[in-house]
């Protein structure tokens, strides 16, 4: 079983959708959580952490069930330049590296 | 301008001959690191660094190098390619291993191993 798993989609939504991913793990030691995009053939980026208490920043909301060892992501009012792969990124505790789900891709359609 | 800088982009190579994959970057970090990328995979860790002179396997240690003499510099080496080795390659770094999460990565280097 892998670490990360993740629905590699594609999700393809209308302009103006709303669009939610969500990203299990397995280790339940696993300390803190990310999610990163990476445009086509482009370096991965962070996009905004997840905290227990869950966390907004703008059209995104990503939320943590630790319980169920699950992240998700959920973007509001989809634009065509929300289209990529969003990679869930998990660091367990005394790791000095993280741990990368191989990606759920986003097609935003106009 | 901060970044991460690799070389090169592209290559093509036979197996068996020696190559090095370039990584510098100019932001005085402490922890570099190096990823592959393979299709259903996601990122694995190659090898990373803490600082100058001090390295570790990631995940995928089999068949590479690397070395740390300089701070900005990380380079990958691949003494001996084979085809298992084609994959998509990136640099990272970080200003500390405790903000691993908030890495730079270059662009990529995208190797071919026929």
């Known amino acids: 079983r892998k670490e990360v798993e993740q629905d590699p989609g594609p999700f393809n939504v209308p302009e103006g959708a709303t669009v939610a991913f969500n990203c299990t793990y397995s280790n339940s030691a696993s300390q803190s959580f990310f999610w990163y995009r990476q445009d086509c053939r482009k370096e991965p980026k962070l996009l905004m952490s997840?905290?227990?208490s869950g966390n907004e920043d703008g059209r995104f909301t990503a939320q943590l069930n630790r319980a169920s060892q699950y992240i998700s992501l959920l973007i509001r009012d989809s634009k065509l330049s929300d289209s990529a792969t969003y990679l869930c990124?998990?660091?367990?505790?005394?790791?000095?590296?993280?741990?990368f789900g191989s990606g759920t891709r986003l097609q935003v359609q106009p | 301008e901060a970044q991460v800088t690799q070389n090169p982009r592209y290559l093509i190579t036979v197996t068996g001959k020696k190559l090095t994959v370039t990584c510098s970057q100019n932001m005085n970090h402490e922890y570099m690191s190096w990823y592959r990328q393979d299709p259903g995979l996601g990122l694995r860790q190659i090898y990373y660094?803490?600082?100058?002179?001090?390295?570790d396997k990631g995940d995928v240690p089999e068949g590479y190098k690397v070395s740390r003499k300089e701070k900005r510099n990380f380079p990958l080496i691949l003494e001996s390619p084979s085809p298992n080795q084609t994959s998509l390659y990136f640099c990272?770094?970080?200003?500390?291993?405790?903000?691993?999460?908030?890495?730079?990565f270059g662009p990529g280097t995208r190797l071919t191993v026929t």
């Open positions: 660094s803490m600082n100058v002179e001090v390295t």
């Open positions: 990272a770094s970080s200003l500390y291993a405790a903000v691993v999460y908030e890495q730079y």
């Open positions: 990124v998990v660091r367990d505790t005394g790791r000095r590296a993280l741990t």
């Open positions: 997840v905290y227990s």
